[in-house]
């Protein structure tokens, strides 16, 4: 069955490093990767698409990178901000409804 | 401002009963989605519909009942069916042929605790 992997433990850096979140998946040949943020008690918003073909994907200080043979997305926030801290999930489609992963909660300290 | 609006925000239901939670949009978005999330847990898919007067079970709709009366709302009600309904439920709207490249709009939202 298709299988979707974040890292479940909190991602702690320090404010002005580099955040790079992982999006592992199995069993799936998806057509493109969708991440979002969700803040505590909110609904997720979304902030960025890549394609299959896409290897990388740029938006302001986000970075997301698509490997379809290793199976894995990679995002990244540059010169990270402690309005920063929140869930980042991955849900990856194809077909018409996409599936979510867990998401990982990132803390950036002051 | 266009967005989804959920109510209410916080919902307590008595064993038994039956509740309806909201979802209303004004984004003029054709398909409609209803999620459970549950601490730790990926969001998973109770309902969707593509258009008025149709919709499609996702993977957990035991328990559940919906309706898409008109384009704007699509309110799910949790029937005394559903054993476990203490869930943070969210509903998301999008474009139908657009919905990968602008992904979901999601409300912000409705805790509900079976007490």
């Known amino acids: 069955s298709q299988k979707i992997e974040q890292n479940s433990e909190a991602l702690n850096i320090q404010e002005g490093k580099t955040a790079t979140l992982t999006c592992n998946y199995t069993?799936?040949?998806?057509?493109?990767l969708q991440w979002y943020r969700q803040d505590p008690g909110r609904g997720p918003v979304f902030l960025l698409l890549i394609r299959e073909n896409e290897k990388e994907k740029r938006k302001e200080r986000l970075k997301v990178t698509f490997d379809t043979t290793l199976k894995q997305s990679l995002f990244h926030i540059t010169a990270s901000q402690p309005a920063d801290s929140a869930t980042y999930l991955c849900a990856l489609g194809g077909s018409y409804i996409p599936t979510f992963g867990r998401g990982t909660s990132l803390i950036v300290h002051p | 401002d266009g967005g989804i609006t959920q109510s209410p925000k916080y919902l307590f239901r008595k064993e038994g009963q039956n509740v309806t939670l909201s979802c209303e949009q004004n984004l003029n978005h054709d398909a409609m989605y209803w999620y459970r999330q549950d601490p730790g847990q990926g969001l998973r898919l109770i309902y969707y519909s593509q258009i008025v007067n149709d919709f499609q079970k996702g993977d957990i709709a035991e328990g559940y009942s919906v309706s898409r009366e008109k384009k704007e709302s699509f309110p799910l009600t949790v029937t005394s069916a559903q054993k476990n309904p203490t869930a943070f439920y969210l509903c998301?709207?999008?474009?139908?042929?657009?919905?990968?490249?602008?992904?979901?709009?999601f409300g912000s939202g409705t805790r509900l605790t079976v007490v």
């Open positions: 998301a709207s999008s474009i139908l042929s657009g919905q990968a490249y602008y992904g979901y709009t």
């Open positions: 069993n799936y040949s998806p057509a493109y």
